[in-house]
């Protein structure tokens, strides 16, 4: 067999601030591995900071709504930290540290938390922050008129809270989850007014309310964002270091969908920081003086080709291996990340808590493997255009895709050297509402991403069966994978306190994984973004690897 290649990487040491990777995660949830010290603030400034100025932010996309409870955009990872606070926050270790709560019991069998609140925060309207806030913030995220897509996934071990006096809430669990502190900590989960949550929740994708060190000013929808500074602001989280309002009067984000005009616009001075540089000006940018670059891992789930399990032709693992076999990951990676996507073979990010390193190089590119596992499959035949047949059937499976003007340049790179084996890889552009259609109905043979969470109950979102998309959930297990073996794992490793048993459990789900292939890993989700040098004091959040700006300033 040959071993799969690995790119080569020129990026900046991964972040592991936060290796909790997940959602709902479950009993295990910490911070990953590597030097949380990154996320401390950016460093280096020639005078003491200097309050006012505007901060112009170039963003790829529009999360469509700001309300983090009802999205799962990952732009809310910056931007709900702009508008709103956490229960919880991590520290610079990864681990669960006081914000708007100031700490907390757990009962003995895991399954009530007491939260002793802080006291003197309020939200922007006013609205004091105390146990019945916090309570029903808990209520609206699972309520099912939010329609939230990850917040009430990530709590859903929640059943009720009872109100002990103002600043202290009990909440009862369903049954032990570890991970429930490291979720409280995520951007989706931050506090909004529950004044607005009950009187005017209409207004809540416009215009949340936070308790926040800015305040959403107007919102354009696919154009721009304006925030303000709130200047009561004064209950920031330790790791920041900065105690009071925000420096910056303003921060303006604009919705800049191309890639090549929001690196342009960066180094030509339009925009101060700009998200998801384009790999191929990445050189560029780390080679310019003027401009700081951040490559950060994003714990979680790394990006991957997922396999619907449970249907032909991949409810056969033999098929599964084939397809993994035949792909050449680095070299694709190679083409399409410039050197800047770090291949991976396994189905966790590096940074995230209880990686197992000896899960890597199982997973190989091997043409002649892809060829024979196909022969013991059954599809031995070959059609004039040279695709496996069996039965009479072409081996075709389909990959819907977003919408656009040209196919995406990976997928078209996985489309022929699968070919070579003899799948027939058809990629089927699709506008986004039918896109969504499907991915929920399971109508498609293949779909990718990736999934981020401070935690590494990730497993159990994407692959526990309970996760499975039904008329009665928004489950994330996008393979549809069903195993007994690996639910058993995964339930257990939830309810297990951080530690050895917890290390050993999630070992055994990142191995069990590896023989069922539920998907063909690609590489790490990294973070990058870049912002000029005159910006100070960026802090890199505990929990996503993405600017917080509550102490950032303009030095010009």
């Not at 809430?169 to 007014?193: D, N, R």
């Not at 290390?503 to 790490?524: D, G, I, T």
């Amino acid at each position: 067999m040959t071993a799969r290649r690995r790119s080569p990487t020129r990026r900046a040491a991964p972040l592991t601030a936060v290796a909790v990777s997940a959602v709902l995660v479950l009993a295990t949830a910490c911070g990953a591995g590597g030097d949380s010290r990154a996320a401390s603030p950016t460093t280096g400034a020639s005078r003491a900071p200097v309050a006012g100025g505007t901060l112009r932010f170039s963003v790829s996309g529009d999360p469509l709504c700001l309300d983090g409870h009802a999205i799962s955009s990952g732009l809310n990872q910056f931007l709900g930290r702009i508008i709103t606070d956490t229960v919880t926050t991590l520290d610079r270790r990864g681990r669960p540290a006081p914000y708007l709560a100031e700490s907390w019991d757990i009962s003995p069998d895991g399954t009530t938390y007491t939260f002793h609140l802080r006291k003197g925060v309020t939200f922007s309207d006013g609205t004091p922050w105390n146990a019945e806030a916090f309570q029903v913030n808990l209520e609206h995220m699972r309520d099912p008129a939010t329609k939230s897509p990850l917040a009430a996934a990530y709590i859903a071990p929640y059943e009720s809270s009872r109100i002990i006096d103002e600043y202290t809430l009990e909440v009862h669990l369903a049954y032990p989850y570890t991970p429930f502190l490291y979720v409280l900590a995520q951007a989706w989960l931050g506090m909004e007014s529950p004044k607005q949550i009950r009187e005017a929740p209409e207004t809540m994708c416009d215009k949340p309310i936070g308790t926040g060190p800015f305040v959403v000013e107007s919102y354009a929808r696919n154009q721009r964002i304006t925030y303000v500074r709130r200047d009561d602001y004064n209950w920031a989280p330790s790791w920041l270091k900065h105690k009071g309002p925000a420096y910056l009067d303003r921060i303006e984000v604009t919705i800049v969908p191309e890639a090549l005009i929001r690196y342009q616009s960066l180094v030509s001075g339009q925009y101060d920081i700009t998200d998801l540089v384009p790999p191929q000006n990445a050189a560029a940018v780390e080679a310019n003086p003027n401009l700081v670059f951040k490559n950060l891992t994003r714990p979680g789930h790394p990006n991957a080709v997922w396999f619907n399990t449970s249907r032909p032709p991949f409810d056969d693992v033999r098929v599964r291996r084939a397809f993994v076999a035949a792909t050449d990951v680095a070299a694709i990676a190679q083409s399409v990340g410039f050197g800047y996507y770090p291949v991976k073979d396994n189905y966790l990010a590096s940074n995230s808590k209880y990686y197992d390193p000896t899960t890597e190089g199982v997973l190989r590119y091997d043409p002649a493997l892809a060829n024979r596992l196909l022969d013991e499959a059954g599809w031995t035949g070959r059609d004039s255009a040279g695709y496996r047949t069996k039965n009479g059937r072409r081996l075709t499976v389909e990959l819907p895709t977003n919408e656009s003007a040209t196919p995406s340049p990976q997928l078209v790179q996985l489309q022929g050297q699968v070919k070579k084996v003899g799948f027939e890889l058809k990629i089927v552009q699709l506008p986004p509402a039918q896109l969504t259609e499907r991915r929920y109905s399971g109508d498609y043979d293949l779909t990718s991403g990736y999934w981020h969470t401070n935690t590494t109950d990730v497993l159990y979102i994407r692959y526990h069966s309970s996760e499975i998309p039904s008329a009665e959930r928004i489950g994330q297990n996008a393979s549809y994978l069903r195993d007994a073996e690996l639910d058993a794992i995964l339930e257990k490793a939830r309810a297990t306190p951080d530690g050895p048993e917890a290390a050993a459990l999630y070992s055994r789900a990142q191995h069990r994984l590896l023989e069922l292939v539920p998907a063909l890993p690609l590489w790490e989700a990294n973070a990058q973004w870049a912002y000029h040098t005159y910006v100070k004091d960026i802090a890199v959040d505990t929990s996503h690897p993405q600017p917080v700006f509550t102490a950032a300033w303009l030095d010009k």
